[in-house]
Nanobody, 112 residues
Framework: QVQLVESGGGLVQPGGSLRLSCAAS????????IYWYRQAPGRERELVAS????????NYADSVKGRFTISRDNAKNMAFLQMNSLQPEDTAVYYC?????WGQGTQVTVSS
């Protein structure tokens, strides 16, 4: 069964950090790019970051550049999103995507 499972979300104060993880099972994701999306209440799902199959190329939404870092560990079939300097506008459900498979999402709430 092809599956992606996100973890690492939670409640954090403004300025804080979280590290999201995405674990793949049922397939080897080494040949594929990985994407992190987020969806805030009442808003469309938006692409936050992406990473190439090798990890050599990354891209970020302007809103997170310099604060978020995407990475991957192909040996462990995992991807990560390090989020620093979090702000209330980063509050959303965060999803990872590979091929046409989506995870179930993990909630990130930034609030004092």
């Amino acid at each position: 069964q092809v599956q992606l499972v996100e973890s690492g979300g939670g409640l954090v104060q403004p300025g804080g950090s979280l590290r999201l993880s995405c674990a793949a099972s049922g397939f080897v994701f080494r040949p594929y790019s990985i994407y992190w999306y987020r969806q805030a209440p009442g808003r469309e799902r938006e692409l936050v970051a992406s990473i190439s199959y090798s990890g050599g190329s990354t891209n970020y939404a302007d809103s997170v550049k310099g604060r978020f870092t995407i990475s991957r560990d192909n040996a462990k079939n995992m991807a990560f999103l390090q989020m620093n300097s979090l702000q209330p506008e980063d509050t959303a459900v965060y999803y990872c995507k590979c091929r046409n498979t989506w995870g179930q999402g993990t909630q990130v709430t930034v609030s004092s």
